[in-house]
Every structure is written in C-alpha cells, then in structure tokens.
C-alpha cells in the first residue's frame, strides 16, 4: 500500500508542481490567477518533469505519511506539501487551496473516526495563531493562520499529543531557521521569510512519530 501510494504521489507531484508554478508574490487579480491555475491543472498530463523534484518529495511525504499515519492523513500530506512550495516561492499561502482544504481534509479523516477532535484542534491551533498575528501582525500574515487550522485538524484527529508536537514543532523550526540566518549574518531582527513551510514541517513530524 505504501509503495501504491509513492507511485500516485508521483502522479500528484505533477499537479503539485503545476499548482505551485501557477501563483506568483504579488498577483494582479488573485481570481484570474486561480482561473488559470485550475485550467492550467486540467490540461497538466499526469507525467513527471524532468527534474522530477517536486514530484519525488510529494512521493516521499505521502508515502512517509500513509506509512507512519495512515491512508485519511494523505491529503494532507499532498497538499501540505503543495502550500509549502507555494509560500516558500512567494510568501503566500492562497485562500483558494487553504479554504476549501477544510472540507476534504474533514472528509478524509471520516474513517479515522475522530472527526469531533479534528475539528476542534483546528479550532484550538487556528485560535492560537490568531492571537500571535494579533499580537504581531508585522511577523505573522493571516494565511499561517488559515494553515494553522488544517494542521490542527490533521494533528488533532491523531492525538492530542501529536497536536502539540505540530503546534509546537513548526515554532520551534522556525525559530531555528531565523537563529540560523542572523548567525550567518543573512538577516537581521526585522527580516521576514516564509512561515508556512516550517509549520508544515512540523505537522508531517507529529503524524510521523505516530500516535
């Protein structure tokens, strides 16, 4: 199952990567720019590019995932991995991937059961980033707080203890990374970066340790 599920990570990684080329930092019109990125995904053809990058880590995650967590966590994994090209390429995270995520994600973790939990550790850890962007807006855009309810979800529907080890495990990750770039003397105090990626990296840890 787990080797099924590398292969048709490959197949997703393809419309990953034509789902992450389609949006750009600063968009013009944010619907023409999901029109085209839904046309462009219709007519992407389910064979990997040369170099198979993106395709080959969407495999790993979604096989890793389904591995360690289960085949309801999937998704999540696919699409978690989609938003964390995208913000890393342009510091965004789209409404138009994150918002209807809700709904799919939900549906996916029916068979786990624990649907109830899922929706309130979203409730919980999109609550908890929302406090954080109020308190500072300037190093928190409102798109980590959206990501921050799928994650919860996700997390949520494994264990509480997963839960805090993705709520937890992304501030940390990215604390490091900033600690790491102003001890290279890349950044200072003030400089910004993509957020999303390292909360992402923290909820594909918890599901990896399992429950």
Not at 6 to 27: E, H, K, M, S
Not at 167 to 184: D, E, K, T
Request: with cysteine; aromatic share 10%.
């Amino acid at each position: 199952m787990v080797a099924l599920v590398a292969l048709l990570g490959l197949i997703a990684g393809r419309y990953v990567r034509t789902l992450a080329d389609c949006f750009v930092a600063n968009p013009f019109d944010t619907r023409e720019e999901a029109h085209a990125a839904l046309d462009a995904l219709v007519r992407t053809r389910p064979v990997p590019r040369w170099p198979p990058i993106v395709e080959v880590a969407t495999a790993a995650v979604a096989a890793l995932v389904a591995w360690r967590a289960g085949l309801p966590y999937v998704y999540f994994a696919v699409i978690g991995t989609a938003l964390a090209i995208i913000d890393w390429r342009t510091t965004r995270l789209p409404d138009v991937i994150t918002l209807p995520s809700y709904s799919i994600l939900a549906l996916t973790l029916l068979p786990t059961g624990e649907l109830s939990r899922a929706l309130l550790g979203a409730l919980a850890l999109a609550a908890a980033y929302a406090v954080l962007w109020f308190a500072r807006p300037e190093a928190m855009g409102l798109g980590d707080v959206k990501l921050a309810g799928l994650i919860g979800m996700a997390a949520a529907a494994m264990s509480w203890q997963a839960w805090v080890v993705a709520a937890v495990g992304g501030q940390l990750l990215g604390a490091l990374y900033a600690i790491a770039l102003l001890v290279a003397k890349r950044a200072t105090r003030d400089t910004q970066f993509p957020f999303g990626p390292f909360m992402l990296l923290g909820a594909f840890t918890a599901l990896c340790l399992g429950q």
